[in-house]
Each structure stands twice: as C-alpha cells, then as structure tokens.
C-alpha cells in the first residue's frame, strides 16, 4: 500500500471512529415516538379521564436515564408542540374503550411528522444551536406573564399561558425554552422572586385597575426584573451541569 492510500485509509477509520463516537452520545432511539408516551386512565372522584404524557421508563438504562433526567421538558415539548395533546382530551368520551384509543393516540403521533422530528431530536440528543445565559435568562422570565384576564391584572406561570413560543422562530429554540421551563418548574420558591419583581406593581394595582394600556407596558418590566434575577441565573446554571449530559445544547455562561 502507497503512503497515499495509507493516509485515505486513516482517515476513512478516523471518520468512523468519530461517526460511531456521535451516534453513541446522541444515543439515538429505537422506540418510535409513541412508545416514548404513557397513556393511563385516572379519576377524579368517581369520574374518568385520560391522561397522556411523557414516558420517565420506556426502554433501556440510558433511555431511562434522559427521559427521567428531562422529563419537565419533555412535557414542554409535547404540550406546546403536538397536536395529540390537543387531541387526547377528545377522546375521553370514548372511554372505557382504552384499545380503540390507544389506536387512535398511535395514528395521531404518526401523523404528527412534525413533533415526531422535534421529539425524536431531543430524545436523540441531536446537537442544535448553543444559547447565552443571557438569552436563556430573557427566555426564562418570559414565563412569568402578566395579562389581562376578566379585566384583571393576572401573572401566568404556566407550560402554555405566555409568549415564549413568539419568542423566536429559530429550530433550536423549543428546546431552549423546554429547558428554561424545567428549571422554573424545579425550582423550590419561584414565586418569592416572582412577588419580589412584581411588589411595587401590585401595590399600584390595588390603589387603582390598571387599564389595559398599562397592564402591556408593565409586562415587559416584569420580564426584565426577573432576568435580572441572581436566583434564577444561578438555577439555570445548576441545572444545566446536572442535565448537560442529556441535553442536546450547550449553556454558555
């Protein structure tokens, strides 16, 4: 063999080694998106309900171990971005036929290319663009959205009541803002830094009802005391070195 040929040769072995090496981190999954999902029946009181969310055990050790380590963002992604989660609550009427919609959640999920893919990416620890602490504090405080409800003054902590999907069109944003949820949702005391940030606004709401035209210039104030928060800096961080060998993105800080 000609010294040529020798160097094509490593380097044919070298990108194996590092293709073998990627899909072994990325440890991508055999189980179709479906079986990622838990469907149960639950009660409350005497009456039944379905209940569908993101499987915490459902295949291997390492499998396991990522959907367990992610599952709050997990649950993000599926309840902003699938329309089974929509769907599911459709099909409540049909119990105690759990077989037909057990068949009927399988063809949603396959029909949804578009979450399977986005799903699929996360679960895969497919690698997506890295975020800022910074962008990653912005995205966080758009969590804690104060609107008008009823004509009243309210403060939404939620999975879906907020703008973070508005937030940004880029592909690796769910997955920023999956994260940034899960750190909220882990967190022991959101709500001190939340009335901390809020304090001086609820004092002038209580003296006088906002109007609408305040309410919007009052939620962007909210926004930024909260990223300005050194809690929640520090509680994105800390979970991102406990998940950061999970998750498909790096936190640069």
Known sequence: MTMGHTKIAL???LGTILSLSMAAQQNVPALP?????EQKVMHDGDKPYLSLEPDSLPGDAALNARCTALWPSLMYLFENYATTATYIWKLGKMLPDTATIHARVDS??????AFT???QRAVARERVSPISIDSALNI???FFYLHSEKGE???HICVGINKVKELSAALAHPYHAAFCYQVIWEMEDYSALLNAVKAPYSKEFKKRKPSEARILEV???IYAGMADQPELRRAL???YERNKGHLNFELVY
């Open 11 to 13: 380097l044919i072995s």
């Open 33 to 37: 998106t479906k079986e990622l999902f």
């Open 108 to 113: 949603s999920f396959t029909a949804d290319t």
């Open 117 to 119: 893919t986005l799903y």
């Open 140 to 142: 966080a405080s758009h």
């Open 153 to 155: 003054p309210v403060v």
């Open 219 to 221: 939620e962007p104030l």
């Open 237 to 239: 961080i800390a979970c």
